[in-house]
């Protein structure tokens, strides 16, 4: 069993937190936050974001939804202290390609030959299509629509609901 330490307790974290305990591969051990929050679903925060470095013998899982503070967050730890979190009702193709550290949410479809590379975050109910490519730090909120080999370039945040047509290369957020 992999013991963990989630970096962030806001509505991303809880999220995450609710899918990690599904994972009975995956012993949260605790969350580091800088809010007053002391317990969510039974686990304790072990002190704020700042103290990260007490914990660098531990795996992690950044729950922070804000890219570039993820980014950060994940060199500082280590890219291979990172472990990805599946939603137990994703379904996800045999022949995807998964990265470091990413979170895959309730109800997602990721669908073959899709590249999902490290600190992705595919929230509740996005469809990935075959042959699309999720670049570092992408965030697809909830109920985002990839079309067939759409490109997501690094950072790129793509708001709830969102459509994205065949064959795109998105540069840029969409809010």
């Known amino acids: 069993m992999k013991k963990v330490i989630l970096i962030g307790a806001g509505g991303h974290g809880r999220v995450v937190l609710d899918a990690a305990l599904y994972d009975e591969n995956?012993?949260?051990?605790?969350?580091?936050?800088?809010g007053d929050i002391e317990e969510i679903l039974g686990v304790k925060k072990l002190g704020n974001i700042s103290e990260i470095e007490r914990?660098?013998?531990?795996?992690?899982?950044?729950?922070?939804?804000?890219?570039?503070?993820?980014?950060?967050?994940?060199?500082?730890?280590?890219?291979e202290n990172l472990i990805t979190i599946v939603h137990p009702t994703a379904v996800i193709s045999r022949d995807v390609q998964m990265g470091k550290g990413c979170y895959i949410g309730a109800n997602v479809v990721i669908n073959s030959k899709a590249i999902v590379e490290d600190i992705v975050?595919?929230?509740?109910?996005?469809?990935?299509?075959?042959?699309?490519?999720?670049k570092e730090a992408s965030?697809?909120?909830?109920?985002?629509?990839?079309?067939?080999?759409?490109?997501?370039?690094?950072?790129?945040?793509?708001?709830?609901?969102?459509?994205?047509?065949?064959?795109?290369?998105?540069?840029?957020?969409?809010?």
């Open 55 to 79: 914990f660098k013998d531990c795996k992690f899982h950044i729950a922070i939804g804000n890219n570039l503070f993820r980014k950060e967050l994940a060199k500082k730890v280590g890219f």
């Open 26 to 34: 995956i012993e949260i051990i605790g969350f580091l936050d800088d």
């Open 121 to 134: 975050i595919v929230n509740t109910r996005s469809v990935v299509e075959h042959d699309c490519i999720l």
């Open 139 to 175: 965030h697809l909120s909830y109920g985002v629509l990839l079309g067939s080999s759409v490109s997501v370039e690094k950072s790129i945040y793509i708001e709830m609901g969102s459509v994205v047509g065949r064959g795109i290369k998105v540069e840029r957020d969409i809010r």
